[in-house]
């Protein structure tokens, strides 16, 4: 089968498109046939090395791609029950050292880290669904807020953010967005109290909304210690990459969200996508054989919404 693979580290001219062993189900897995795999932050990090730098996965010699797949099951390992060949699936492939992930025309995942595709939704769409919508669930989690708290979410129109603003608010949280000032509206719309624009004095724009603070934060953007001025005391601050929480301070708690598979919780994304209560954004689509354009395009920034291969 086809998959995009990376054999050396660097920009997206990397990316090779190669035939390489039709990957086989195990016990509990189930081998899908992509449709769509979304293009990701993470595996730009992957491409360029930084998550080797980090110590995160061994070193080469091939490394694949893609962590969000939407396709339709068609093979099923040993011990698997609730689905069937040619069943629609969205699932997230964590892992950081397969051969092949999901920027190829198969690939296996546990049946822990699928859920049935939202009805009536494209496959661009849904597959936008699982890395980033469980990075905001589970960082949700982890803030702990009870309704009616406010919670600052930074990169509110970004891939994370805008789900965290919607999950937020549907959790009865009190949301403070932050976000480039051409995305007020955006955010807005998706269920954001306040608005803060970026570029301001994050914290001193906070307090002048809410003068006592934000009772937590779910930093999407990596701003890091900047945010913990607009934290009341004893509040909390969860980062969603790796190493960007801050030191605590003021008994703010300070920890990171490191993103697992979680069948029941992207069911629930899955239900709110069919039903038109978690916004999906494809900002473009490009065959698999044009991986590299769309990381450049990534590299560029300010794409709302994601792109998203067709194998």
Known sequence: MRAVVVRSYGGPEVLELAEV????????????????????????????????????????PELGLGWDAAGEVDAVGEGV??????????????????ASKAYAEYVVLGVDAVAPAPDGVAPEQAATVPLNGLTAWQGLDLLDLPAGA?????????????FAVELAAARGL??????????????????????????????????????????????????????LAAVRDGGALVAVRGGAAPEPERGIRSENVWVRPDTAQLAELAARAGTGRL?????????????????????????????????
């Open 150 to 162: 406010a919670v600052l979410i930074s990169g509110a129109a970004g891939g994370v953010g805008a």
């Open 81 to 98: 029950g609730g689905y069937r060949v040619g069943d629609r699936v969205i699932g997230m492939s964590a892992g950081l050292e397969q």
């Open 174 to 227: 009190r949301v403070v967005a932050q976000a480039g000032a051409a995305d007020e509206q955006l955010v807005r719309g998706l269920g954001a109290e306040f608005f803060v624009p970026r570029g301001a004095d994050i914290a001193a724009a906070v307090r002048a909304v809410l003068p006592d603070g934000v009772d937590g934060v779910l930093d999407t953007a990596v701003l890091g210690a900047a945010l």
């Open 21 to 60: 062993a039709l990957p086989e189900p195990g016990p509990g897995e189930l081998r899908v046939r992509v449709r769509a795999a979304v293009v990701n932050p993470v595996d730009e990090e992957t491409r360029k090395g930084g998550l080797a730098a980090l110590g995160l996965h061994r070193d080469l």
């Open 279 to 311: 916004t999906l954004r494809v900002a473009d689509t490009y065959p698999l054989d044009q991986a590299a354009a769309a990381h450049h395009r990534l590299a560029e920034g300010g794409v709302r919404g994601r792109l998203v291969l067709l194998p």
